[in-house]
């Protein structure tokens, strides 16, 4: 069953995140919030010439918000600013409308039965929502809201 390894996938990274930590030379940092869940998570980028260098991420919340997080930092890494946004609207479009699943979102395929459960949808976009926020340098705190 498919379902079931993305289960799986998604308990892994929740139980161990990947990038889990802060970093003392980003460039761009952003805080999100969640306020239906309460998960918290403060990001840290490196953009180097336009390409994220290195993404990392520190924060308290459910499983879904944290294995995301984790999944959208490793795919992070390599990929130029306008990539990041790229994937950031196909994340968003795959847990929000039925358009098919495409390959180019690698392992984030994994969250699309999130869609099933409307209220976790912003626990698995919160990492994305803060990720805008660090990229284009905003000031405010992300929310989901
Ligand atoms: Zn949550």
């Not at 309460?38 to 990392?56: F, P, R």
């Not at 999944?71 to 039925?98: I, N, P, V, W």
């Not at 459960?117 to 919160?126: G, W």
Request: charged share 25%; proline share 3%; hydrophobic share 35%.
């Amino acid at each position: 069953m498919v379902d079931d390894l993305y289960q799986e996938i998604i308990l892994d990274h929740s139980k161990r995140p990947r990038n889990c930590h802060t970093m003392l030379d980003a460039t761009g940092t952003a805080q999100g919030f969640n306020p239906l869940c309460g998960d918290k998570l403060e990001l840290y980028l490196k953009v180097e010439d336009g390409i994220v260098k290195d993404a990392s991420f520190v924060g308290s919340g459910c499983a879904i918000s944290t294995a995301s997080a984790s999944l959208m930092t490793e795919s992070l890494k390599g990929k130029t600013r306008e990539d990041a946004l790229q994937m950031l609207e196909k994340f968003h479009d795959l847990l929000t409308t039925d358009s098919p699943v495409t390959s180019e979102l690698g392992k984030l395929v994994v969250f699309c039965g999130v869609k099933d459960y409307p209220a976790r949808v912003k626990c698995a976009t919160l990492a994305w929502h803060t990720l805008k926020s660090a990229l284009t340098n905003s000031d405010e705190p992300a929310t989901t809201e």
